[in-house]
């Protein structure tokens, strides 16, 4: 055990002055009697010092592992602040392509109907410039549905991470 070294330290300097107090010829029986009634207070005291230290020892980890708890439980809730903040902003993403999307659509619609006039270079021009946002916002959804999966599964992580932590102290406290 961690303690038994300061609990040997502290009856060897508690017992050395007894022991050096007293006087080289035979002790009379009233005194060991007396010296005997002192060492059984002083076992009794340091059986004390030694529960208490064990009590404290156990309380300072379970304090321990509480905040180890509280660590994992705000990993999990910035997480999921991340997640969803990514999540929203993949819907954005999208929203702004079917957007963009709906805008070029009905741009060719009105060219093909003939109410809106454009030379053929500036109708290209424009269509190649929607295509080319649209591309990149396609490129962005798919960064972002790769983070969000990354995200997802490293909420799982800290989530079962945070369950192991409450067993664990569940485990300690019922054995104390």
Same mark, same amino acid.
């Given at each position: %055990?961690?303690?038994?070294?300061?609990?040997?330290?502290?009856?060897?300097?508690?017992?050395?002055?007894? +022991?050096?107090?007293?006087?080289?010829?035979? +002790?009379?029986?009233?005194?060991?009697?007396?010296?005997?009634?002192?060492?059984?207070?002083?076992?009794? =005291?340091?059986? @004390?010092?030694?529960?208490?230290?064990?009590?404290? =020892?156990?309380? $300072?980890?379970?304090?321990?592992?509480?905040?180890? %708890?509280?660590?994992?439980?705000?990993?999990? %809730?910035? =997480?999921?602040?991340?997640?969803?903040?990514?999540?929203?902003?993949?819907?954005?993403?999208?929203?702004?392509?079917?957007? %963009?999307?709906?805008?070029?659509?009905?741009?060719? +619609?009105?060219?093909?109907?003939?109410? =809106?006039?454009?030379?053929?270079? $500036?109708?290209?021009?424009?269509?190649?410039?929607?295509?080319?946002?649209?591309?990149?916002?396609?490129?962005?959804?798919?960064?972002?549905?790769?983070?969000?999966?990354?995200?997802?599964?490293?909420?799982?992580?800290?989530?079962?991470?945070?369950?192991?932590?409450?067993?664990?102290? @569940?485990?300690?406290?019922?054995?104390?």
């Amino acid at each position: %055990m961690r303690y038994r070294a300061p609990i040997v330290l502290a009856l060897t300097l508690l017992l050395a002055p007894a +022991a050096r107090a007293q006087p080289p010829e035979v +002790a009379r029986p009233a005194e060991e009697s007396a010296l005997a009634g002192e060492l059984a207070r002083l076992n009794a =005291t340091l059986i @004390d010092i030694r529960a208490l230290l064990e009590q404290i =020892t156990e309380t $300072q980890g379970l304090d321990l592992l509480m905040k180890r %708890m509280e660590l994992s439980s705000a990993q999990v %809730m910035e =997480t999921e602040k991340r997640l969803r903040s990514a999540e929203s902003e993949r819907s954005s993403v999208e929203d702004q392509r079917a957007s %963009m999307e709906a805008s070029l659509q009905s741009y060719l +619609a009105r060219v093909e109907s003939g109410s =809106t006039k454009a030379p053929t270079e $500036q109708l290209e021009a424009f269509t190649d410039q929607y295509e080319t946002r649209i591309e990149r916002l396609d490129a962005r959804m798919e960064r972002l549905d790769d983070e969000i999966a990354m995200l997802g599964n490293l909420l799982s992580a800290k989530r079962r991470e945070l369950e192991d932590w409450r067993e664990h102290i @569940d485990r300690r406290l019922g054995g104390v």
